[in-house]
Antibody, heavy 118, light 107 residues
Framework: EVQLVESGGGLVQPGGSLRLSCAAS????????MNWVRQAPGKGLEWVSY????????YYADSVKGRFTISRDNAKNSLYLQMNSLRAEDTAVYYC???????????WGQGTLVTVSS | AIRMTQSPSSFSASTGDRVTITCRAS??????LAWYQQKPGKAPKLLIY???TLQSGVPSRFSGSGSGTDFTLTISCLQSEDFATYYC?????????FGQGTKVEIK
């Protein structure tokens, strides 16, 4: 069974940092591209970042470019999102999502809540 | 970035109704469109990809159509478990973008 489990969310002050993790199981993690998608409270979905299966290709939304860094460790079946210079508008539930083929997401984690507030 | 606009933003319907949600892209995206269903407090669930291909395990009452800029999601006979929010997503180019969502409520 495919499982994606996010962790690392919490309350952080504006300007602070947080590292999210996504533990994958039930499939060959190293063969799949992965993404982070977020959802602010009561709002819609926003794609955040993409990483290729090898980690060699990465994309970011303009809203997080230069502040967030996506990475993966295929030996540990894990995806990461390092978030720096956090702002109030980064408050959201962050989901990791498996890229089925070419950009649509067939499996999602349960999400982890990041709250940026003083 | 490609802007995705869904309509309506919300509506009420009854069990057994045929419902249609539309999604319009600000530029042509061929058939690089997916539809997701999301229930409160849950992660989104993939329903349809490539505009009209039903994801494995999704009931056949869901269908999608369209290409270019205009797309539709149709639920042929609304069931109680279908009351949820639906999102379209383009994956034609980065940044991937979602529609603002359509909430289907019980009449």
């Amino acid at each position: 069974e495919v499982q994606l489990v996010e962790s690392g969310g919490g309350l952080v002050q504006p300007g602070g940092s947080l590292r999210l993790s996504c533990a994958a199981s039930g499939f060959t993690f190293s063969s799949y591209e992965m993404n982070w998608v977020r959802q602010a409270p009561g709002k819609g979905l926003e794609w955040v970042s993409y990483i290729s299966s090898s980690g060699s290709t990465i994309y970011y939304a303009d809203s997080v470019k230069g502040r967030f860094t996506i990475s993966r460790d295929n030996a540990k079946n894990s995806l990461y999102l390092q978030m720096n210079s956090l702002r109030a508008e980064d408050t959201a539930v962050y989901y990791c999502a498996r890229d089925q083929v070419a950009g649509h997401f067939d499996y999602w984690g349960q999400g982890t809540l990041v709250t940026v507030s003083s | 970035a490609i802007r995705m606009t869904q309509s309506p933003s919300s509506f009420s319907a009854s069990t057994g109704d045929r419902v249609t949600i539309t999604c319009r892209a600000s530029q042509g995206i061929s058939s690089y469109l997916a539809w997701y269903q999301q229930k409160p407090g849950k992660a989104p669930k993939l329903l349809i990809y490539a505009a009209s291909t039903l994801q494995s395990g999704v009931p056949s009452r869901f269908s999608g159509s369209g290409s270019g800029t205009d797309f539709t999601l149709t639920i042929s006979c609304l069931q109680s478990e279908d009351f949820a929010t639906y999102y379209c997503q383009q994956y034609y180019s980065y940044p991937y973008t979602f529609g603002q969502g359509t909430k289907v409520e019980i009449k």
